[in-house]
């Protein structure tokens, strides 16, 4: 495993972090799914402590992945192993059963979110605090990152985060001097954060978490035109149709392009060629799917001729899902 420097934070984490997501297991918010479908608790806590076994030591979740079950899943398997390793976890999406859920970034709600995680992660401190996907106007005020400065003040978080739906948005954050690090939507197929944002934050020494690495598994190029997703699976909500019939040709081209390589696996290699990368957050269910995702960080890259055969099989203007 290779390791890079979180931004200006002090902190160094491993090229490759585990995305927590999937192992919330499958849910639904207002009839519609949530969730990377049904998963084993077992299973999962196998594959964070696989993941620890082999250098990862950046977790990456937030409250709203399996309603609180996901940082909870995290607690269980790190308690005792905290201290070698970090949580990334976001805050924003409120969830009010039996109503629909709704975005809730107000000064109350935020103090008392961080000190559920706090209790669910088994953590006296949350490494890296990420609103999640907040509208614009939450961003363009003040009182969110106030809040956020009492919680640092407390000694409740040490950095701030904001994981963004748009790069325009994550330059807007870059500019106000809020963050320390952002997430942001990034993969071979969807690579609009190149042209603005990367070199930004290459200036800015602004820490970069990438999620949708493998545009939510369409570039594991193991999906057919006719794949159906069960519904407390997010992908069931968007990812059909032509758009499905569309991912797939891309799939295969990456294969093609990539070839003896395994799709995914050029997937990953791909991200981490590029300079503004910090750490990739791979989404994993079991230990066998991270074990194929570290695979990617040995310090070998892709090389430059795999790259432009990439960039030129695949538009990389793939409709990007929030």
């Not at 870059?174 to 690090?181: K, N, Q």
């Not at 944002?197 to 690495?213: G, M, N, S, Y």
Request: proline fraction near 5%.
């Amino acid at each position: 495993m290779q390791y890079r420097n979180l931004g200006k934070t002090g902190l160094r984490v491993s090229e490759i972090g585990f995305g927590a997501w999937a192992i919330g297991g499958g849910f639904e918010i207002g009839g519609k799914g949530i969730g990377y479908g049904a998963t084993d608790d077992e299973t999962s806590i196998r594959a964070i402590h696989r993941a620890l076994d082999l250098g990862v030591n950046l977790f990456d979740t937030a409250d709203a992945y399996g309603a609180g079950h996901s940082e909870s899943l995290l607690g269980k398997a790190l308690e005792k192993k905290w201290s070698s390793c970090y949580v990334a976890t976001k805050v924003g999406n409120e969830r009010r059963d039996p109503l629909p859920g709704r975005k809730n970034f107000t000064h109350d709600y935020i103090l008392s979110a961080c000190e559920r995680s706090l209790k669910r992660l088994r953590k006296d401190v949350i490494d890296l605090y990420q609103l999640h996907n907040p509208p614009p106007e939450v961003g363009d005020g003040d009182e969110v990152f106030e809040t956020l400065s009492i919680l640092r003040e407390q000694g409740k978080i040490r950095f701030v985060g904001v994981s963004v739906t748009t790069p325009a948005e994550g330059i807007s954050y870059i500019r106000r001097r809020v963050v320390d690090c952002l997430q942001i939507y990034y993969n071979a197929q969807t690579r609009e954060a190149e042209t603005e944002l990367f070199p930004l934050c290459e200036r800015e020494k602004i820490a970069t978490l990438i999620r949708a690495p493998l545009s939510s598994g369409i570039l594991a190029a193991k999906f057919t035109k006719d794949t159906v997703f069960p519904p407390d699976d997010h992908r069931a909500n968007w990812l059909k149709g032509e758009l499905l019939a569309r991912a797939v040709v891309e799939a295969e081209a990456l294969r093609e392009a990539a070839t003896p390589m395994q799709p995914g696996e050029a997937a990953l290699r791909f991200i981490l060629n590029q300079p503004a990368v910090t750490c990739i957050i791979a989404g994993a269910k079991t230990p066998e799917q991270v074990e194929r995702n570290c695979a990617a960080s040995d310090g070998k890259g892709l090389s430059a001729a795999v790259e432009n055969a990439i960039r030129a099989a695949l538009p990389g203007d793939f409709p990007r899902q929030t």
